[in-house]
């Protein structure tokens, strides 16, 4: 089964309003990855995270990575609809083996 | 830099028939990576190769595929027979080395087995 999840699958927001999704794995990750896929388009690398409880900034995004090495957030603060897209994160695990999570689709309404 | 090269982007095929994706990664990357995509079943690592070797092919669906890394600068992706449950895009991705650098993807190809 899936070893990485994503929640939510869908978002709608209004522009301006905040997003967050949310990565969940079952055992302890390396490390986490961050992709963004724009419709129609393919995932672009957004940012690693490495170390527990490590926090990354880039501009309005935040992404955190849990204590446990567990979980990973990704945080966007007043969204655009140049936000819009697919958020993928994915964790390796144990064995280099790289997992990623299903994905949370944003829709900005303008 | 060009990026990751794929060929073709869009591909129609008949059931049963012989399908070939390629992919050049990018000059200096040691690891490439094939992806499958669906609604149903998101992003899937089908295989990659480090340094030309393939190092995990746990997510290949079945021996009707098949990967190959002849030089640095190319690799294949083979379905043989394909069948309409292969309809996906497929990426192709590569990185410095390994899974714990990002990876670049390309383009993908789409293909649709009717």
């Known amino acids: 089964g899936q070893q990485v999840m994503q929640i939510p699958q869908y978002q709608h927001v209004q522009e301006g309003e905040d997003f967050t999704t949310y990565c969940n794995s079952s055992?302890?990750?390396?490390?986490i990855q961050w992709y963004k896929q724009r419709p129609g388009g393919h995932p672009v690398f957004l940012i690693q995270?490495?170390?527990?409880?490590e926090v990354k900034k880039q501009k309005r995004l935040t992404f955190q990575f849990g204590e446990a090495k567990k979980n990973s957030s990704l945080h966007i603060t007043a969204t655009q609809t140049t936000d819009v897209g697919t958020y993928f994160c994915?964790?390796?695990?144990?064995?280099?083996?790289?997992?990623f999570g299903g994905g949370t689709r944003l829709m900005v309404k303008p | 830099d060009a990026g990751v090269i794929q060929s073709p982007r869009h591909e129609v095929t008949e059931m049963g028939q012989e399908v070939t994706l390629r992919c050049k990664p990018i000059?200096?990357?040691?690891?490439l990576f094939w992806y499958r995509q669906t609604m149903m079943r998101g992003l899937e690592l089908l295989i990659y190769?480090?340094?030309?070797?393939?190092?995990?092919d746990s997510g290949m669906p079945e021996d009707r595929f098949s990967a190959k890394m002849p030089n640095a600068s190319f690799s294949t992706l083979k379905i043989q027979p394909s069948e309409p449950r292969d309809s996906a895009v497929y990426f192709c991705?590569?990185?410095?080395?390994?899974?714990?650098?990002?990876?670049?993807f390309g383009p993908g190809t789409r293909l649709t087995v009717t």
């Open positions: 055992t302890t990750l390396s490390n």
């Open positions: 000059s200096g990357h040691n690891s």
């Open positions: 994915a964790g390796l695990r144990a064995g280099n083996m790289l997992t």
């Open positions: 995270l490495v170390k527990s409880g």
């Open positions: 190769f480090n340094n030309n070797v393939p190092i995990d």
């Open positions: 991705a590569s990185s410095l080395g390994g899974v714990i650098y990002e990876q670049y």
